[in-house]
């Protein structure tokens, strides 16, 4: 199995940015996904962006380019994902996701709150 615990989730004032982490534990394949979901309350999760084990090309959602970026530390099993010039729009909660073979593992979730 899969663990997956996120953090750096939190208040920040508007314009404001904020770097999330995630570290991967358990059975980890060398070939994998990891990325970035958030969901809103009463809407479908959505994804952030996000970046392959093995060649680190990386997805962005659209509406997520040129704020966030995504990276990772494969040597930890780590990926991160820093969100930069932050409006009360992206009060949301932010979900880590692993996906190796056909299995997907999500964390428990870390709330960004964007408010003056």
């Known amino acids: 199995q899969v663990q997956l615990v996120e953090s750096g989730g939190g208040l920040v004032q508007p314009g404001g940015s904020l770097r999330l982490s995630c570290a991967a534990s358990g059975v980890i394949c060398s070939s994998n996904t990891m990325g970035w979901y958030r969901q809103a309350p009463g809407k479908e999760r959505e994804l952030v962006a996000t970046?392959?084990?093995?060649?680190?090309?990386?997805n962005y959602a659209d509406s997520m380019k040129g704020r966030f970026t995504i990276s990772r530390d494969n040597a930890q099993n780590t990926v991160y994902l820093q969100m930069n010039n932050l409006t009360p729009e992206d009060t949301v909660v932010y979900y880590c996701?692993?996906?190796?073979?056909?299995?997907?593992?999500w964390g428990q979730g870390t709330q960004v709150t964007v408010s003056p």
């Open positions: 996701n692993l996906y190796q073979r056909i299995y997907n593992f």
């Open positions: 970046i392959s084990s093995r060649s680190s090309s990386t």
